[in-house]
């Protein structure tokens, strides 16, 4: 029988072989390379930072555009405001101020009524 | 300065062993290699030079193989459950356990599948301390280089190695 300090527990390691890698191997981690790369490219092409980057090489100024955008939107507000106004007529500040104040006092009867 | 093609000769055979004997399964140690060279193709500019390069990439190695490792835990553990349910299959992704070792020839194969066993059962530090002294030859500073540690911790890994595996087999005989 085997005395404990006979047995190596590491001897086993002995009968494990070195492998050979497979020779195909390196392509395989080359057309990976690739497609990541690939990927890459397109993923620069069709996202945003792509979309800009090709603004720019059409001489479209991002920041010119930007605030064409914003003024065109300002206008428009704007325009809003004064056609609703002019649709509503002239009125004075004292009768808005009455009229809302008629709603606020309204509610608070409501609301007393409610409670009593 | 060298070129992936260079690199890959002369390190992927030795990162190919770390994986499979880790790993143990021709797929997985495999896909570990493509890891570490993808790896060491992107981040190749950020390599510090502190170590060898050698050292870097075994260490890349070592780390991609415990990780896939780890990840076969957590599907044995918890998506065993989802297998169930086919619905989830699909989303799982499935790790092959199979021993698969070509480095084993056919009449150890028992022998050192269960030697290979206790050695699943070690800690992460001492298995990987003994597969690369042991099983790699390399020498226990440039084992230590690969570990991040001293030269005497890697000896005393390997010391708690043999105690452990001894202590398994000794279980295993009184079964």
């Known amino acids: 029988m085997k005395k404990k300090q006979d ?30 790369r690939e990927e890459k490219s397109h993923r620069e092409v069709m996202g945003w930072k792509g979309a800009m980057t090709g603004r720019r090489a059409q001489g479209v100024s991002t ?10 939107l300002l206008v428009v507000f704007l325009e809003v405001i004064v056609i609703r106004g002019a649709l509503q007529g002239p009125r004075s500040g004292e009768v808005a ?17 409610h409670e009593n | 300065m060298q070129s992936l093609e260079e690199i890959y000769r002369q390190h992927a055979h030795r990162v190919y062993n770390i994986a499979l004997n880790h790993l143990r399964n021709v797929e997985d140690a ?8 993808l790896t060491v193709h992107e981040k190749g500019i950020q390599f510090e030079g502190k170590s060898s390069l050698g050292t870097w990439i075994y260490r890349i190695a070592v780390n991609r193989s415990l990780d896939k490792l780890k990840l076969r835990g957590a599907q044995k553990r918890g998506w065993g459950v989802l297998q169930y349910f086919d619905v989830f299959t699909q989303w799982v992704p499935q790790q092959n356990t199979e021993f698969n070792h070509p480095g084993v020839a056919l009449e150890y194969k028992e022998e050192l599948k269960q030697w290979f066993g206790w050695i699943d059962r070690l800690p992460e530090k001492q298995r990987t301390a003994l597969i690369l002294v042991r099983m790699e030859g390399l020498d226990i500073s440039e084992a230590s280089q690969i570990l991040g540690t001293t030269e005497k911790a890697v000896e005393s890994l390997l010391g708690r190695a043999r105690k452990n595996l001894i202590k398994f087999s000794q279980k295993s005989e009184g079964k």
């Open chain 1, 63 to 72: 920041s010119r555009q930007f605030t064409w955008i914003f003024t065109a």
């Open chain 1, 7 to 36: 047995f190596d527990p590491f001897a086993p390691a002995n009968r494990v072989n070195r492998v050979e890698v497979s020779p195909f191997l390196f392509s395989r981690v080359v057309s990976k390379i690739e497609s990541r």
């Open chain 1, 97 to 113: 101020g009455a009229e809302w104040m008629g709603v606020f006092l309204n509610q608070t009867e409501q609301l007393y009524d």
């Open chain 2, 30 to 37: 495999e896909e570990v290699v493509q890891d570490v060279f």
